[in-house]
């Protein structure tokens, strides 16, 4: 059974930064691309940033230059640096992976989700 588990959320004003972590387990051959989404209240859940199995990045346009994934592939474990946050940063954010049980079988896994609010 795969689980991701992320951490890191909280409250921060406007200006702040947090550092969102997303630690896979279970049984895993691989883990492909390794996402962040968010989703505000009222709102449809967003993309944020991907990076690929091969360290290609993307980012949504509203947080290019702002926020940066990475991912330690040893430790199974992807982050998502967030610096100048905005109140419209404000939002559940999830951690999403394409991850492999054998080579030949591939699934998508989602996390639970960790609030992260701007406020002052």
């Known amino acids: 059974q795969v689980q991701l588990v992320e951490s890191g959320g909280g409250l921060v004003q406007p200006g702040g930064s947090l550092r969102l972590s997303c630690a896979a387990s279970?049984?895993?051959?691989?883990?492909?691309?390794m996402r962040w989404y968010r989703q505000a209240p009222g709102k449809q859940r967003e993309l944020v940033a991907i990076i690929t199995s091969g360290g290609i990045t993307n980012y949504a346009d509203s947080v290019k230059g702002r926020f940066t994934i990475s991912r330690d592939n040893a430790k199974k474990t992807w982050f998502l640096r967030m610096n100048s946050l905005k109140p419209e940063d404000t939002a559940v954010y999830y951690c999403?992976?394409?991850?492999?049980?054998?080579?030949?079988?591939?699934?998508?896994?989602w996390g639970q989700g960790t609030q992260v609010t701007v406020s002052s």
């Open positions: 999403n992976a394409d991850i492999r049980l054998t080579i030949a079988t591939m699934y998508g896994y």
């Open positions: 279970g049984s895993i051959f691989s883990i492909n691309a």
